[in-house]
């Protein structure tokens, strides 16, 4: 397990990688950190071939709201 730091948070997390191959393009290769104990994706990371991060997404805070 990884640790993602939100906020003054500090989730354990699951690394899952999703590759996307699409014909006649280059395959995009995601890493994403899963908190089981949320239910969540809490950061996704596009990776470039040589598998360093290209580009990505990280929550800064994170909120709860009750379903109506």
Same mark, same amino acid.
């Given at each position: 397990m ?17 590759? &996307?191959? &699409? ?5 995009? /290769? &995601? ?6 104990k949320?239910?969540?994706?809490l950061? /996704? ?7 360093? /991060? ?6 800064? /805070?994170?909120?709860?709201a009750?379903?109506?």
């Open positions: 990884a640790k993602v730091k939100i906020g003054e948070c500090v989730y354990d997390t699951w690394r899952v990688e999703e590759r &996307l191959e &699409l014909e006649g393009r280059p395959p995009i /290769t &995601l890493e994403q950190s899963y908190s089981p949320l239910g969540i994706i950061r /996704t990371m596009v990776l470039s071939d040589d598998r360093e /991060t290209f580009s990505g997404v990280q929550y800064d /805070t994170i909120e709860a009750a379903l109506n």
